[in-house]
């Protein structure tokens, strides 16, 4: 039996948001962040057992290889909450209630390439409803290409990009008066502890008004052969994507990481929903990092904790927007029940 980690023992601040594969670009860092992103690794490194944040995996060559992954026959995810986009678009709109001549903002954090959301603003700009689409990205570059594919794509959808922390833009929207719904797709939430999440969608209510709607993509709980698979590509996608954590710690870090000496170790259990991606060191070895006095000791075996991917269910969601101003107010399925986006709505 591997040792599995309780989830409730993993360090609740090691693990903050980002938006996916919008993510840090630019790629150049301020100095404030290089330091955080050390302050990170030496403490967790320092840490029994080894964990290190997942935001660290988008760098550029990060963003890449998770673009590539979402187009894995193996990674369900992307396609299933695509289908959802695509194929049930009218009970979608129904869900957000709101009526043709009632202007609302839709709201997206980390929106990526809008590939799902477009399927929407097609329909909705169709239907001559009338909204304004924000999307929320710390990546101005990410903003940029969506705001120009769009223009192209959907010249009649009225865009207005909003680069930054997640919060201090929808902070800065609160003032609006018009209805809002605010996408957060692509089971993102799944890198966060349950806690993490339900402090973030309290966060969420807090800058929205009753009736205001949450929309909620999540991966579902389901049997591991299907879900192991998506995160152990015989590709070597995903392996590639968490070994170059590591390679990121020796480029940036100055770290002497031997990439060759980890393995890529991902392990699900069904039932707590929860799967986790480790890097197994295989052989004992010592690691450093550049203007650090400090130093990593490695048994041959030992895991570092990379990333939790949760997958839930109704009781799970329940229970993260139990104490927020949330209600589930709809539930969309793909064909195959794996995948949900839940329409969450402000009391
Ligand atoms: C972007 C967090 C949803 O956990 O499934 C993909 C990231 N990690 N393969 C996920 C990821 C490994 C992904 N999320």
Request: aromatic letters at 10%; a negative charge; proline letters at 4%.
């Amino acid at each position: 039996m591997p040792q599995q980690q309780d989830i409730a023992e993993i360090p609740t601040e090691i693990f903050s948001n980002r938006s996916h594969n919008g993510s840090l670009a630019a790629y150049v860092w301020p100095d404030n962040m290089l330091a955080q992103f050390k302050k990170d690794v030496e403490q967790g490194l320092g840490a029994f057992p080894k964990i290190l944040p997942s935001k660290y995996f988008y760098d550029k060559k990060g963003d890449e290889l998770f673009v590539r992954i979402m187009d894995l026959p193996e990674y369900y995810l992307t396609r299933a909450e695509f289908e959802i986009f695509s194929e049930q678009s009218g009970e979608l709109i129904q869900a957000l209630e709101i009526s043709p001549n009632q202007h609302f903002e839709l709201i997206e954090l980390g929106p990526g390439d809008g590939t799902k959301t477009k399927e929407l603003l097609k329909v909705l700009d169709q239907g001559a409803y009338q909204f304004d689409y924000l999307p929320i990205d710390i990546s101005q570059n990410a903003l940029d290409q969506l705001e120009h594919n769009l223009a192209e794509e959907l010249p009649g959808v009225c865009v207005r990009k909003k680069q930054g922390d997640y919060f201090t833009m929808l902070a800065s929207l609160r003032e609006s008066h018009h209805p809002k719904v605010l996408f957060f797709l692509g089971s993102n939430i799944g890198n966060m502890t349950d806690q993490q999440a339900a402090e973030f969608i309290y966060k969420l209510g807090s800058n929205l008004q009753p009736d205001d709607k949450l929309f909620l993509g999540v991966d579902l709980i389901k049997s591991a052969n299907i879900v192991l698979p998506a995160y152990n590509d015989p590709a070597g996608l995903t392996k590639a994507f968490n070994l170059n954590l590591l390679a990121r710690i020796n480029s940036e870090l100055g770290g002497n990481f031997d990439i060759n000496k980890f393995s890529h170790q991902p392990e699900y259990t069904i039932e707590n929903g929860i799967a986790i991606s480790y890097l197994v060191s295989t052989a004992d070895q010592t690691v450093t990092l550049n203007g650090s006095n400090k130093t990593f000791k490695f048994s041959q075996g030992e895991k570092i904790l990379t990333e939790i991917s949760r997958k839930y269910n109704d009781e799970i969601i329940n229970n993260i927007i139990g104490n927020t101003d949330f209600q589930i107010a709809h539930k969309l399925t793909d064909r195959k029940g794996y995948f949900a986006d839940y329409v969450l709505k402000r009391i």
